[in-house]
């Protein structure tokens, strides 16, 4: 395949979303109701299809941020305290709280579209935890993806959706980001999305460590392998300022098909416990002072109870278990009726194995296939290897402005979820700085940023510019991997084994070498130090380099080329933001052997800038303000 | 796996412009060999086990045989999803069978109203209430 024979398609538009997950189903959902107000134009342009496109697409069990403001139940203070806790003090409150006094109302939303939420006998949300509630979630994405397309369609031909388009760089007009460029994954055609406001919501980074499963388990990674690392790249390359790139997830999960185990630990009510029946959260208890003031709150925050389960580990005390059998028993010992314990065993099962039907079905594959019940059996848990997901328990993201009326200081800067590039917006995974958002965080805040998107777009009215000079070298660029390939498929004998490129799946695992063995991998239980780090952006440069070597036979390697591309700045940002905090501060995240202790001078937000004139980085230190 | 194709009930989709697996796929890993007229995976290492093809598949031609490196032989959960439920039969390597259904959507497909009967915003664009606020919310929005 050569450049030449792809066709150049140029779209026009208003508002770009960029992504098809659940962040791109709030943005599309809210922005069609404004912009046909203001007779704007919306372009949806997602690498999958969306009825089961991102994090979301094998369904959820749990819906993990709902606060109940209309019944009183939390408070908005409440909720930032919880997260600023849980990340070890470093969050950005204004952000937490924005998401969090309009999650409500998505919630209530998805429940009329057609969610099935659990009730109690009163007719009340059931909660798995204080801010958790169970679903039937199966098909939430089918469902949501439904009302994110039926609300472009209100917009008639201003609201479009584009599937199977892989969008993998960024357009600039100066200092302003006004479209993105990438190419379809089923045809020979080249895209160029023109936008007054883009918004990135490509969502977190997978396989950027190496898994603790490499046969074919590689792509049982806990968040999906689909998920590459798109939205750091994006922002990055367009010079946005990035935070919090240091803060990656480490989530501890049902050991090999990593299903949840929120239901089991909040529900349930299971403990976790070593191979001699000892929690370690008691044992252990002492070591949590060393990380007051957060380690000694409640709840422990997700990092801290890694690192005790990761001392039990390093001491040789595994298998850890989670006491599922106790648990249930526990459950049924206090109910004295025969006939009731029976009922309430059976409805116990059942809500086991919906927990993982409905999110991870590996895991239910996985009990079936060690012949494990629950109620009888208790499974392992383990540590899983390194993500980059700021919805969750991590914080990586691009540095954005809050909302007027809750940011202070220089937290505000004239449009929400506006990155330090004008015009250029981001959501979900790919803002920082504003964890636990969750699926419903993560839809609220997409609504959040494309109506910004859209002021934006209304105060810079004025048709977007380029120099079109530019196109044919991006579009040559983008499409170099495939000739690249057809230049020297024919030397060797082997299409994968020729020194004059290199495929994108052993790029991938010379990626996940350097990155497991030398910042701190599960490998090396999760420990790294300046001299490590160092060697490994060593090793990162020639990695760098033979990117352009990168070689694709058709059009589905071409997306894996560029996939780890973005993998490998997704990577080289972390590493340099982990060099660059020098202390420990989320020691079951990973853990500077060089600095071992949490540090007042510290208590910062770590942020870094690729500098697209210079292609220098810069590395500066933000404030956090109390919220 | 991993999915995998049963080839003699894989039809190709032949009625229609793509294979269902192809058209859902998320990662993109289901493709129809064309002179066979069988869909496969392309990178069953790459493979989520998200069941989205099983579940979507129109003669039930996709199963998933667990991920060999970790998990034993014999196993099997294999779900029939209609528009409001789903279910499951999940067989263990032991032969024991056990059964679940669970509700997967309580309105009919393709009825969705993006407002869902909730009143507009009045506000403008610089106006922080989103689309259906506050009656979505059920209360008034916090503001400081």
Redesign the interface.
């Known amino acids: 395949m050569n450049p030449g024979q792809f066709e150049t398609i140029i779209i026009e538009t208003d508002l770009l979303i960029l992504g098809g997950g659940m962040a791109a189903c709030g943005a599309a959902f809210e922005a069609a109701h404004w912009a046909k107000q203001h007779n704007l134009k919306v372009t949806v342009v997602d690498k999958a299809a969306m009825e089961r496109s991102g994090a979301v697409a094998m369904g959820l069990s749990a819906i993990n941020l709902y606060l109940g403001l209309k019944n009183g139940k939390n408070t908005i203070e409440d909720y930032v305290k919880y997260v600023k806790n849980d990340l070890m003090g470093i969050t950005r409150g204004d952000l937490v709280a924005n998401i969090a006094r309009h999650v409500d109302s998505s919630v209530h939303l998805f429940e009329k579209w057609g969610l099935p939420i659990w009730k109690d006998e009163e007719g009340n949300y059931v909660n798995e935890g204080r801010w958790q509630i169970m679903i039937h979630g199966e098909s939430y994405k089918n469902i949501v993806s439904e009302a994110a397309k039926n609300a472009l369609k209100e917009l008639g031909d201003n609201g479009k959706y584009y599937e199977r388009i892989f969008i993998t760089e960024p357009i600039m007009d100066g200092d302003r980001c006004v479209g993105a460029a990438g190419f379809s994954v089923r045809e020979n055609k080249f895209y160029i999305f023109k936008a007054k406001a883009v918004l990135d919501v490509m969502g977190g980074a997978v396989h950027i460590f190496r898994p603790r499963s490499v046969g074919e388990g590689l792509g049982r990674s806990w968040y999906p392998p689909f998920n590459s690392g798109a939205s750091a790249y994006f922002t990055l390359k367009a010079g946005a300022e990035m935070t919090c790139q240091e803060v990656r997830f480490v989530p501890v999960r049902f050991k090999d098909s990593y299903g949840p185990v929120g239901a089991w630990f909040l529900l349930f009510k299971a403990k976790a416990t070593n191979a001699k029946g000892e929690d370690y959260m008691v044992t252990r208890a002492a070591e949590l002072e060393k990380w007051a003031p957060y380690g000694t709150a409640k709840p422990t925050p997700a990092n801290l109870r890694n690192y005790l389960m990761m001392q039990e580990v390093e001491e040789g005390n595994g298998p850890i278990y989670m006491r599922t059998d106790e648990a249930i028993k526990e459950v049924v010992a206090n109910i004295p009726d025969e006939k009731q314990a029976k009922r309430k065993l059976k409805e116990l099962e059942s809500e086991a194995w919906e927990d993982f039907l409905d999110m991870t079905i590996s895991q239910a594959l996985n009990w079936a296939a060690h012949n494990i019940m629950p109620e009888e059996t208790p499974s392992e848990i383990a540590a899983c290897e390194p993500y980059f997901i700021s919805s969750h328990s991590g914080a990586s993201g691009a540095w954005i402005s809050g909302p007027e009326d809750l940011a202070k200081g220089d937290k505000f800067w004239g449009y929400a979820n506006m990155s330090t590039v004008k015009g250029l917006f981001a959501a979900g995974d790919a803002s920082g700085a504003s964890s636990h958002k969750f699926s419903s965080g993560s839809f609220t805040e997409g609504r959040i940023a494309a109506k910004s998107a859209l002021a934006f777009c209304v105060d810079f009215p004025d048709p977007v510019s380029f120099d079109e000079t530019k196109i044919e070298v991006l579009k040559n660029r983008i499409l170099q991997p495939l000739l690249t390939f057809e230049t020297h498929k024919e030397f060797a004998n082997d299409v994968d084994v020729n020194p004059n490129f290199i495929k994108p799946k052993m790029f991938m695992f010379r990626l996940q070498k350097i990155m497991d063995e030398y910042a701190g991998g599960a490998s090396v239980g999760f420990k790294t130090s300046k001299a490590l780090l160092e060697k490994g952006l060593e090793f990162l440069q020639y990695m760098k380099e033979d990117s352009e070597k990168l070689a694709a036979s058709d059009l589905n390697e071409l997306m894996r080329c560029w996939e780890n591309v973005h993998r490998m700045w997704q990577a080289e940002s972390h590493i340099r933001t982990i060099l660059f905090r020098e202390e420990t501060r989320w020691p079951g995240y990973y853990f500077r052997t060089d600095y071992p202790e949490m540090k007042d001078e510290w208590e910062c937000f770590a942020n870094c800038k690729w500098n697209p004139e210079t292609g220098e980085w810069e590395m500066k230190r933000r404030e956090i303000e109390e919220f | 796996?991993?999915s995998f194709v049963i080839k003699d009930k894989c039809d190709g989709c032949k009625a229609q412009d793509r294979t269902a697996c192809q058209?859902?796929?998320?990662?993109?890993l289901m493709v129809l060999d064309k002179e066979k007229n069988k869909a496969y995976n392309?990178?069953?290492?790459?493979?989520?086990?998200?069941?989205?093809c099983v579940k979507i598949c129109p003669t039930q031609a996709i199963e998933?045989r667990?991920?060999?490196?970790?998990?034993?032989?014999?196993?099997?959960?294999q779900?029939m999803?209609s528009t409001d439920s789903?279910m499951?039969a999940?067989?263990?390597?032991?032969q024991?069978i056990?059964r679940?259904k669970?509700?997967?959507?309580?309105?009919p497909?393709?009825?969705?109203?993006?407002d869902?009967?909730?009143s507009?915003a009045s506000g403008d664009?610089?106006d922080?209430h989103?689309?259906?606020?506050p009656d979505?919310?059920?209360?008034e929005?916090?503001?400081?």
């Open positions: 796996m991993p058209y859902i796929c998320p990662n993109d392309r990178a069953v290492d790459m493979c989520w086990e998200c069941y989205s998933i667990g991920y060999a490196d970790f998990m034993p032989l014999g196993a099997t959960v779900p999803r789903i499951w999940v067989r263990f390597r032991n024991q056990k679940f669970f509700p997967i959507r309580t309105t497909e393709g009825s969705i109203q993006p869902a009967g909730f507009s664009l610089k922080p989103l689309r259906t606020e979505s919310l059920g209360t929005l916090y503001r400081k």
